[in-house]
């Protein structure tokens, strides 16, 4: 028997046989509004799209020389604490990561 989850949950079940009349479901039905109002111009405005023109905007973020403790992995490019040295391939450092 295929179950409506969509339809309103009743705890008890009634005295009359748990039945409606077609006028009562009728009258639910037309209460129940599908619509919802949604500028779509403005949520559009939100959402930025991959690949989008950034060329205007600016960073505000400090960047750091890189310290005494620290070497960048020539598999990644990334700069890592020296807990994460893991070898050295033709000279070069890698990290944990990659190796």
């Not at 930025?48 to 023109?53: K, R, W």
């Not at 070497?71 to 490019?77: D, E, L, T, W």
């Amino acid at each position: 028997m295929a179950t409506d989850y969509d339809a309103p949950r009743r705890d008890k079940e009634e005295p009359t046989g748990g039945t409606d009349s077609i006028e009562a479901l009728a009258k639910g039905r037309s209460d129940q509004s599908g619509a919802v109002d949604v500028d779509e111009a403005e949520v559009a405005e939100n959402f930025e799209l991959p690949g989008a023109d950034l060329g205007d905007e600016e960073l505000s973020v400090k960047v750091l020389p890189m310290q005494n403790d620290e070497f960048r992995c020539s598999s990644c490019f990334l700069v890592h604490h020296r807990s994460q040295y893991a070898k050295e391939k033709n000279g070069q450092p890698i990290c944990k990561d990659c190796a």
